[in-house]
């Protein structure tokens, strides 16, 4: 019988994407103008391949058509709109040429991409992405969450290290300041709602927010198959190279919040049900994820190794999570819940509203978490002032989704 192994643990559950017998790990690098990108990239290569990765990446499709004399303020509206569906046609298939490329490789692969598909998102008003995602054929779901494995978005300089933004070093960067402050939250906004979003914001040095970048991506990497087998294929005590201190906190959230109080933020309907496990120590579950009516799937897999809990998890076609979707675990019921992801003071939050059916003891629950470097009881997470927070629950195993779940009181 399954044990709750979020609570046997001390250690962060390490959660990601695998293939059985090597790794492509697709990564969008985002972020305003001046954030460091461009050095990111080169530190990302140099990196990996001194762990023999092969590194791919893939240039920024707009710095390139922009560059060819392209002047928005000279075009109509019309030509506007299709410049930005014919650019994100052009980021696919740039993106495919590599994607393909790394299906064929047979060591581990790592590509890196400078914006991604959702990047011209943020100079669109809202009120058009619809229209754009049908003349694409494609749906929000899976331009922004089953395309990549990660997304890390770089804040600008403009914010926080106001000194040292400057436009030299890009000769299509044109914005001031409070502009270049705008874009970045913009580009933030278009990526909300990606299950694995990170920010690296300027708290620190230049030379110490790349070693977190890259460290933000390592530490992806080791939720992979756990410590016994991403040692063996990194080669490398990560945490020893480059220190990812960042751990989830999680609290209570009393009473339901006004939706007008949120800054731009991104709806999910999200189910997970448990799997019956005849191995003690070992927690399996699905999940289901989506909006609209279009959903992704995954399995995911907890077991204790050493003291630390190993999470696995890999994605699912709709007909193999049907077929283990009968094999529920009849000791727990269906987790249903809306999840809100929003940006609020440089910092991704998760605001989960538990739905019907649901057990009793999840009734009328709401639950805050983000990942964070500040530690539990600590006073240095700013959390949202528009919410009523009861109280921090991080450690308590009593909302744990295992418990939650349980169908016995």
């Known amino acids: 019988m399954s044990t709750d192994l979020q609570s046997a643990s001390n250690g962060e559950a390490r959660t990601a994407y695998v293939s059985e017998k090597r790794l492509v790990h697709k990564v969008v690098l985002t972020g305003g103008p001046c954030a460091g990108k461009t050095t990111a990239l080169e530190r990302i290569r140099t990196f990996f391949e001194s762990l023999q990765w ?5 240039t920024e499709a707009a710095t390139v058509l922009l560059g060819g004399g392209i002047k928005f303020e000279t075009m109509s509206a ?11 046609r052009t980021i696919m298939q740039m993106e495919k040429t590599f994607f393909d490329l790394a299906e064929e490789d047979s060591g581990n692969v ?9 990047d011209p998102f943020a100079f669109i008003p809202k009120e058009e992405w619809e229209d754009i995602f049908h003349l694409l054929g494609q749906k929000a779901v899976q331009l922004r969450d089953e395309r990549y494995d990660q997304v890390v978005h770089m804040v600008s300089a403009a914010i926080g290290a106001e000194a040292f933004y400057q436009t030299e070093s890009n000769s299509v960067r044109l914005e001031t300041v409070e502009e270049a402050i705008e874009r970045d939250h913009c580009a933030a906004g278009a990526w909300v709602g990606h299950p694995y979003y990170d920010l690296v914001d300027n708290s620190t040095d230049f030379e110490n927010k790349i070693r977190r ?9 080791n939720r992979l198959v756990g410590v016994d087998d991403v040692h063996r294929r990194l080669e490398v005590d990560i945490d020893e190279r480059l220190k990812a201190q960042s751990k989830k906190r999680k609290f209570l959230v ?3 919040p006004d939706p007008k109080l949120f800054p731009s933020y991104q709806d999910f309907e999200v189910q997970h049900d448990y799997l019956k496990e005849s191995e ?14 279009f959903f992704t799937y995954a399995y995911t897999k907890r077991r204790l190794v050493t003291g630390t809990l190993v999470e696995r998890v890999k994605r699912l076609p709709q007909r193999e999570y049907e077929t283990l979707y009968q094999l529920r675990d009849p000791g727990h019921q269906s987790i249903v ?3 809100r992801c929003f940006l609020w003071k440089s910092h991704y939050f998760q605001l989960d509203y538990y739905q019907k059916p649901l057990n009793k003891r999840c009734d009328k629950l709401i639950l805050l978490e983000t990942y964070t470097t500040t530690h539990e009881g600590s006073d240095g997470l700013a959390l949202p002032d528009f919410l009523s927070i009861e109280k921090e629950v991080t450690c308590n195993k009593d909302y744990s989704m295992f418990t939650l779940s349980a169908c016995s009181s």
């Open 213 to 221: 970048v890259i460290g933000i991506i390592c530490k992806h990497l």
């Open 78 to 88: 019309k030509q506007v709109m299709d410049f930005n569906i014919n650019i994100i």
């Open 110 to 118: 790592i590509i890196v991409c400078d914006r991604g598909t959702m």
């Open 54 to 58: 092969k590194v791919y990446t893939v």
């Open 254 to 256: 009393h009473g339901t």
């Open 280 to 293: 003690e120590g070992i927690q399996s579950r699905i999940r289901k994820r989506g909006q609209k009516g």
């Open 337 to 339: 819940k809306i999840r």
